[in-house]
């Protein structure tokens, strides 16, 4: 049974075309939700982390929010250096010190 | 900034030989981990390392695999016996804090399996 499951597999934009990324998660015990970029051939690069419903942390274009139950990524008027795909992870109270992937969202910004 | 990073970026090898898959983790981390992830698939935890010691492993971590921290800054994994099955990108990842801190991940080593 997927615990975390990302949605939609995969996104196309056009330059300035806002859209939001979804997280769902059916972990108890919530300890931190981690949103990663990962460009082709590279390893994750950490963009933010969310300890609790209701927060909220931006990075320019970039804004993740947290609810008890998914987490959203929302790319305002992304720019073509905003493809990539965008990992969401867990780390709960029952899974030890891991992180716990979802299957992540291919997003291309087309200019 | 301090980043992960792995030796070599590509390793090619044939079935049944060893492997040993090379990271340097930031440098005042204690944590540290390899992830892999198979083309097309989920990222997914392989072992945590810490004081010296695995503190978890997940059920792929079998005995043909092993880590070891041989001095104050590198961190190796190494696949004895080598399978088709473990062609993949592995991912070294370190941090500061332990639990719920953002790791930091290398750049990864492509393992080709032939």
């Known amino acids: 049974e997927d615990q975390v499951t990302q949605s939609p597999e995969a996104l196309r934009l056009q330059e300035g075309e806002s859209s939001s990324l979804n997280c769902s998660y059916t972990?108890?015990?919530?300890?931190?939700l981690f949103w990663y970029r990962q460009d082709p051939g590279k390893g994750p690069e950490f963009l933010f982390t969310l300890y609790s419903a209701g927060e909220e942390k931006e990075k320019e274009r970039l804004k993740a929010t947290l609810t008890k139950k998914e987490s959203f990524l929302h790319i305002t008027a992304p720019k073509p250096e905003d493809s990539a795909t965008y990992l969401c992870a867990v780390h709960y109270k029952a899974a030890g010190n891991k992180l716990t992937f979802g299957g992540g969202t291919r997003v291309l910004v087309k200019p | 900034e301090p980043e992960v990073t792995q030796t070599p970026s590509h390793q090619v090898t044939q079935m049944g030989q060893e492997v040993i898959l090379r990271c340097v983790p930031i440098s005042n981390h204690l944590y540290f981990y390899w992830y892999r992830q198979i083309l097309g698939q989920k990222v997914e935890f392989l072992v945590s390392f810490y004081n010296n010691e695995i503190s978890e492993k997940s059920e792929i971590f079998d005995d043909q695999f092993s880590v070891e921290r041989p001095d104050g800054s590198n961190f190796t994994l190494k696949i004895r016996s080598t399978k088709l099955e473990d062609s993949a990108m592995y991912f070294c990842?370190?941090?500061?804090?332990?639990?719920?801190?953002?790791?930091?991940f290398g750049n990864g080593t492509r393992l080709t399996v032939t």
């Open positions: 972990v108890s015990g919530l300890r931190g």
């Open positions: 990842a370190s941090t500061d804090e332990g639990r719920a801190s953002p790791l930091h």
